[in-house]
């Protein structure tokens, strides 16, 4: 079974400051896909990033940076310099590998404080 | 392009009525997916599409659920003698393949008085 832990129910920051969002997952899948949904108060899920299990790379966008690190299934999330338009609701989601029904954590709610 | 679109925006029932919810995706994607969210929680699986295959209907809480995609296109989820446990956002999601990136219609917000 799978399985994907947002420990952080809730972070709150006061704008410039840097703040990491934690995403530890369980899978038996040697192939499988990590993601990162952003959802403002408007209430849409959007995409932010997608990584499959053979590609370790961090990336950066921006002010967004991903650290995806296999030997302790993170796939961890920072925001630099936050701003209150960061402030929303921050899915880390898995699929692929046996199960096409993707599993989301419970969700880290961002709030950036002007 | 254009993106995943759900209507009603709102929907406001009266316990014991039936609604449905309609969803239309992205062309071309094969894959829909139903989910549920209620206020401050993390998103409820209800049911899969996949291209012309039987649909996975594993998260569908009660047989007052159902939904159908027809020609592999427009989905609606039916709701029979809601409930006011019913009272949720119902997002709908589709991507080009199963294991893709999602992409989340606006939601429909279920009110059940």
């Known amino acids: 079974a799978q399985k994907v832990t947002q420990a952080q129910t809730e972070i709150s920051v006061v704008e410039k400051e840097d703040v990491t969002l934690d995403c530890v997952y369980e899978?038996?899948?040697?192939?499988?896909?990590l993601f990162w949904y952003k959802q403002p108060p408007s209430g849409e899920l959007v995409f932010l990033i997608r990584r499959n299990s053979f590609d370790e790379q961090n990336e950066i966008s921006g002010r967004y940076s991903w650290n995806f690190q296999k030997s302790t299934s993170s796939f961890n999330f920072t925001i630099t310099a936050s701003q209150v338009v960061d402030s929303a609701v921050y899915f880390c989601?898995?699929?692929?590998?046996?199960?096409?029904?993707?599993?989301f954590g419970r969700g880290t709610s961002l709030i950036v404080h002007p | 392009g254009a993106g995943v679109s759900q209507s009603p925006s709102n929907k406001v029932t009266e316990k014991g009525k039936d609604v449905e919810l309609r969803c239309d995706p992205i062309?071309?994607?094969?894959?829909l997916y139903w989910y549920r969210q209620s206020l401050g929680q993390g998103l409820e699986f209800l049911i899969y599409f996949q291209g012309n295959s039987a649909p996975d209907k594993s998260g569908l809480p009660s047989d007052r659920f159902s939904a159908e995609r027809t020609g592999g296109s427009v989905s609606t989820l039916t709701i029979q003698r809601t409930q006011q446990e019913d009272s949720a956002v119902y997002l709908c999601?589709?991507?080009?393949?199963?294991?893709?990136?999602?992409?989340f219609g606006p939601g429909t917000r279920l009110t059940v008085l």
């Open positions: 989601a898995l699929s692929g590998g046996g199960s096409y029904i993707p599993t």
């Open positions: 062309s071309g994607h094969t894959a």
């Open positions: 999601a589709t991507s080009p393949r199963r294991t893709d990136t999602q992409y």
């Open positions: 899978t038996r899948d040697t192939t499988y896909y």
